[in-house]
């Protein structure tokens, strides 16, 4: 071809000079910025694990009371702070689960386009952005100063942070379910509330669940609302409606800034314990999210 | 069930039938009880504003505008914000510059280099960096991060002493737990989020624009920028926001490690003060005004982080609306 | 599709039972406020003013003087054997802490390292308060500086590094005071309390006594540092700051150094002899103090050869009025063990135990609680 036209040779095959190397370093940039996130991931997952297993013990995750920061690791454990985390982030869940999946049904099948549903899915995004000190805060003015401390305060606080996040994903998910399920269900005879609850819920449920179990994973770990709602104690309350309690992530916290060599390594075992309940319940949801979705995107 | 629609199949459903008013009772119940739980969203986005500013309201009284001062002083009563709303700004605006890069990098690479089979390593992985909780990445931070960094700021600021404007930066004073450290570990936990959110916008790139690019000859990079920028722009922007709102409102890592000094200076390895971790730090043993002006704080950065969100909220709106308009 | 319908109506009144449970509890947690303004249970009748025969029951609020912190878990726990019905919470929080708690009725006794000041008295018009002293300790200042292990301050040399004059650690100064160390050029960090501290009072007043014009930040229970200082809550809070920070320098309690395996500084005391901080130096230090009639006094800057300069003390602060038997029962018993037994702790974290007369004065003191 370029002796027939005498045109300089072009090959079309491979891009030439700065071109090439231009993209070749984008190309390694990215994977860099993977490395450079990879790197501190597993610097913590490593410290964690590594400081956390000396501590971790049977009597640790279920025995008490928290023995004084003085006390040397080995004495007492962290068995209330487990159970206070349990209780709280259960209640929590139980409260903001379905009211969050009944908020997501409202404004994907009943809102339309109407007003209030586009207010209500807007204001559910900004709410996912309200910070948790503040919800903390907000329990502390309406609740905690007339009530007193107590695990239903916490888990208030903590429902609140989760609420906006399952509305989300949940109406992810049943935006999924093709629009020809629920016309069939219809012309079946059924009601608006029959086929949203025996059709397009079931229908979305694998996404619904492992939504919630990641809002679930991300309350478990929260402090900055306990701090004002629950009052750290040190022996387990067993009612999670009065008095008050303690969770794992508020008893770290309070670990973090002592000097003593016994409350630091008390951290890390709790620190440990509260990963892996996070992870678990993410390769939980992950599982759910690859063995039963019936419908994605 | 069965008998009934046997006796009529010629009755469209919810019509006139002598057993229908009982359907739309209970049907209208539900939806009912839906609305309120979707309404009970805005009820509660109230109720936080209505009563921690009432809460807050003496601190806003007393103080009048010397809340933006810089004197803040529980022994003297006099509590002015400014220091803390420029650790907020700041540990933020770090995080911001050390995430977005590394964000968009990774969402990238999910999106166009690595083939479908390959993405999900990474997408666990960066699942595994958003589950990790926020005391957890503190505690680390100030036990073993800090401690750290402190021999690392220390060489670079002896290495800049005399450099006119990095001097004043990153020159001394320095501390492990700072400015800087809180930014890094800001970014560490903003990067989830705005690479997720980015994969998401970067997906609604029409797949015949990019097709289009490489069919012209384009190089991968080249394709990035000619293809997919142009249209991701605005929701990437958007989600660069999100991810400032986010870090801007965390507070349990930042309280650990900014070292709890309230000051205002350019040196970004000296320690620092933000609102939400002075509000962390100090609520247990604050009574009366001191806690009147905590609580005002919160408000403070409520009204910062809606005000992002809600801006960020609409840029995202407004890109995907002209995306499907077009 | 009756039977569903019955089931929805089933499920509504389900969660209306439940919600309605919830309630309940809700108001039912509203009365038992978690703010105990004093020991509920059975009230017993008052053994003797130390460990008491008779068996108590309820629950000891306390707050106030992190330096207080240890002891009082160490008793706390000790206590349990010979009181086992009874509860004790210390919850520390600084000494002004435990005043405001005590004034707004929280709290049953607060610790605190300082008498009331001037400007708190008005929180206490119309109480009596007693002040019983449970410890006297040294105040370190502690440090982070490897390769240096004995590290000499001069108490002029101290209030110009906490003013912010003295910057790094090879100052002129300190060499001075350590002839033949080598110092490194590090940054001093300053390691200070943010929270209303007797500690911060009692290293304040030493600072006031014996450096004179070197210092000018007066004395109270919070101070405006320089900025460059690092705030930590409690005495473990700055013990931490300290730890964690190369080339730090901080004021922490003895006992709060020593756990957290801390280095302290010899201070030069009013005789001009570099004294180490010890239970010895702290006792010589206490042995020419002469207290008030109601039991207050200043340990810091006290003469003698062996003192430590910077010696300073605690006390529970109890309302001699108390609302019920049972309180006034429990605070006898407890605060009896605290000036008896509890003594015998002291030795094992490195504080002073009060000197006999001192004790004896405290001990008498108790039967001024009434109820």
Same mark, same amino acid.
């Given at each position: ?297 | ?326 | ?224 540092? /320089? =900025? $460059? @200082?690092? #705030?930590?809550?409690?005495?473990? !809070? &700055? ?5 964690? %920070?190369?080339? *730090? ?27 180490? /901080? =010890? $239970? @010895?130096? #702290?006792?010589?230090?206490?042995? !020419? &103090? ?5 039991? %207050?006094?200043? *340990? ?32 006898? #018993? ?38």
């Amino acid at each position: 071809m370029t002796a027939a036209t005498g045109q300089p040779a072009v090959d079309l095959r491979e891009p030439a000079g700065w071109r090439r190397v231009k993209n070749q370093v984008a190309t390694t940039a990215m994977w860099v910025a993977f490395a450079a996130v990879l790197v501190p991931l597993g610097f913590v997952l490593y410290t964690v694990i590594s400081k956390g297993a000396s501590a971790i013990s049977w009597t640790f995750l279920t025995g008490g009371p928290i023995p004084p920061n003085v006390l040397p690791a080995g004495t007492g454990g962290m068995g209330p702070a487990v159970i206070g985390t349990l209780e709280i982030t259960g209640l929590a869940a139980v409260m903001a689960v379905p009211l969050g999946i009944l908020g997501a049904i409202y404004v994907n099948e009943y809102g339309g386009n109407r007003l209030l549903a586009r207010v209500v899915r807007f204001m559910a995004d900004v709410m996912t952005g309200v910070p948790s000190i503040v919800m903390g805060l907000f329990i502390f003015s309406i609740w905690v100063l007339h009530f007193g401390y107590s695990g239903l305060a916490g888990a208030f606080a903590l429902g609140c942070l989760m609420l906006p996040v399952v509305i989300r994903s949940t109406e992810e998910m049943l935006k999924l379910v093709p629009n020809a399920l629920r016309e069939g269900s219809y012309a079946l005879g059924a009601t608006k509330a029959r086929v949203t609850l025996t059709v397009v819920l079931p229908a979305a449920i694998a996404g619904t669940v492992s939504g919630s179990l990641l809002a679930i994973a991300r309350a478990a770990g929260e402090t900055a609302p306990l701090l004002f709602t629950i009052l750290t104690v040190t022996s387990t309350n067993a009612n999670v409606f009065s008095g008050a309690n303690t969770a794992l992530s508020a008893q770290i916290f309070a670990n973090a800034t002592q000097p003593y060599l016994g409350a630091q390594s008390r951290a890390w075992g709790a620190a440990l314990t509260l990963i892996a309940i996070a992870f678990i319940l993410l390769i939980v949801a992950r599982f759910v999210t690859a063995r039963f979705t019936r419908f994605s995107s | 069930m069965s008998a009934v629609a046997q006796a009529d199949p010629a009755a469209p459903a919810g019509s006139a039938h002598p057993l229908s008013h009982r359907r739309p009772l209970g049907d209208r119940l539900f939806a009912i009880l839906a609305a309120a739980a979707g309404v009970l969203v805005l009820v509660i986005l109230a109720l936080i504003a209505a009563s921690t500013s009432q809460q807050a309201s003496s601190w806003f009284s007393t103080e009048g505008w010397s809340v933006f001062s810089v004197d803040w002083n529980p022994g003297t009563n006099s509590f002015g914000a400014m220091s803390y709303v420029y650790g907020t700004v700041i540990t933020a605006a770090i995080a911001i510059i050390l995430a977005v890069p590394v964000s968009l990098a990774i969402a990238l690479l999910l999106t166009e280099v690595v083939p479908r089979r390959w993405a999900q390593p990474i997408v666990y992985v960066i699942d595994l960096l958003a589950v990790v909780p926020s005391v957890v990445w503190g505690l680390w931070g100030i036990l073993v991060f800090a401690p750290w960094l402190q021999h690392i700021y220390a060489s670079i600021a002896s290495g800049l002493t005399g450099i006119p404007v990095l001097d004043s930066l990153f020159g001394a004073p320095v501390s492990g737990a700072s400015f800087f450290t809180a930014g890094i570990i800001l970014a560490f936990m903003i990067t989830p989020i705005v690479t997720s959110l980015s994969r998401e916008v970067i997906a609604t790139v029409p797949a015949i624009d990019k097709e289009g690019a490489y069919a012209l000859g384009a190089t991968r990079w080249e394709m990035i920028t000619g293809a997919v920028w142009p249209h991701s722009q605005g929701g990437i922007v958007g989600a660069v926001m999100l991810g400032l709102g986010r870090a801007m409102g965390e507070t349990i890592a930042v309280a650990l490690v900014i070292g709890a000094s309230p000051v205002i200076t350019s040196h970004l390895f000296a320690a620092g003060y933000s609102m939400p971790a002075v509000i962390a730090n100090q609520f247990g043993e604050a009574s009366g005004e001191f806690r009147s002006a905590l609580i005002g704080l919160g408000v403070l950065l409520f009204v910062i982080t809606i005000a992002i969100n809600l801006v960020a909220r609409g840029v995202v709106e407004r890109s995907s609306r002209r995306k499907r308009g077009a | 599709m009756q039977l569903r319908y019955r089931q929805q109506v089933a499920a509504a009144g389900v969660s209306v039972v439940a919600l309605a449970l919830v309630l309940g509890a809700c108001s039912s947690s509203g009365s038992s406020s978690t703010a105990a303004s004093g020991g509920s249970g059975s009230s017993a009748p008052a053994g003797g003013s130390s460990s008491s025969s008779a068996s108590l029951t309820g629950t000891l609020n306390a707050s106030g003087s992190t330096f207080q912190l240890t002891f009082q878990q160490e008793a706390i726990s000790a206590f349990k054997s010979i009181q086992p019905n009874m509860t004790v919470n210390y919850g520390g929080g600084g000494s002004g802490k435990g005043r405001t708690d005590l004034a707004g009725g929280t709290v049953n006794f607060a610790g605190s390292d300082s008498p009331i000041p001037a400007k708190e008295a008005s929180n206490f018009t119309g109480k009596t308060i007693l002040y019983f002293p449970v410890i006297i300790g040294p105040i370190t200042m502690a440090y982070n500086l490897t390769g240096v292990s004995n590290l000499k301050l001069d108490p002029v040399t101290i209030a110009k590094i906490f003013s912010g004059s003295i910057k790094a650690w090879n100052d002129p100064a300190i060499k001075a005071d350590n002839p033949g160390v080598s110092l490194p050029s590090t940054p001093i960090t300053l390691a200070v309390r943010s929270d209303s501290s007797g500690t911060t009072q009692n290293f304040t007043q030493f600072l006031v006594d014996s450096a004179g014009s070197a210092w000018t930040l007066g004395t109270s229970s919070t101070i405006k540092w /320089p =900025s $460059s @200082a690092r #705030a930590a809550s409690g005495n473990p !809070g &700055v013990a931490q700051v300290v730890k964690s %920070t190369p080339g *730090a320098l901080g004021y922490v309690d003895y006992a709060t150094a020593k756990a957290s395996g801390l280095s302290a500084a010899s201070v030069k005391n009013k005789d001009g002899d570099y004294v180490a /901080p =010890s $239970s @010895a130096s #702290a006792t010589a230090a206490a042995a !020419g &103090v002469t207290p008030k009639p109601d039991l %207050t006094f200043a *340990a810091v800057w006290q003469g003698g050869a062996s003192a430590y300069p910077i010696t300073y003390q605690s006390w529970d602060l109890v309302n001699a009025k108390q609302p019920n038997a049972n309180d006034a029962a429990m605070l006898k #018993a407890y605060l009896g063990y605290l000036l008896g037994d509890g003594q015998k702790l002291l030795a094992q974290i490195g504080l002073a135990p009060l000197s006999s007369s001192l004790d004896q004065q405290a001990v008498a003191q108790l039967s001024k609680i009434t109820s």
